[in-house]
């Protein structure tokens, strides 16, 4: 069993920032890919971005030169600092862990998300 716990989210105005982190914890082996996603109302889930085991890391268009992902292979943990947040940014956003639990088995894991608003 794998849990996720994000902290991080909040309110603020449009050119303010956040930063996100997400723990994991559990019967851990080894940590793959690491990522945020969001969804806002009516809308589909988002990758917002990526990093893999190596730190290659990777943007959606609409957060590029604004977010940074980092993560702390050690600790299990990933962030993602954003910075000059926009309205259209307001989301829930859900961190992934790509586990694998023992050398065999492998999983997808979810956090419980954390809500985001940027106000105008």
């Known amino acids: 069993q794998v849990q996720l716990v994000e902290s991080g989210g909040g309110l603020v105005q449009a050119g303010e920032s956040l930063r996100l982190s997400c723990a994991a914890s559990?019967?851990?082996?080894?940590?793959?890919?690491m990522g945020w996603y969001r969804q806002a109302p009516g809308k589909q889930r988002e990758l917002v971005a990526d990093?893999?085991?190596?730190?290659?890391?990777n943007y959606a268009d609409s957060v590029k030169g604004r977010f940074t992902i980092s993560r702390d292979n050690g600790k299990n943990t990933v962030n993602l600092q954003m910075n000059s947040l926009k309205p259209e940014d307001t989301a829930v956003y859900y961190c992934?862990?790509?586990?694998?639990?023992?050398?065999?088995?492998?999983?997808?894991?979810w956090g419980q998300g954390t809500q985001v608003t940027v106000s105008s």
């Open positions: 992934n862990f790509r586990v694998q639990t023992t050398i065999l088995r492998r999983g997808d894991y």
């Open positions: 559990g019967s851990i082996f080894r940590v793959n890919a």
């Open positions: 990093i893999t085991s190596d730190g290659s890391t």
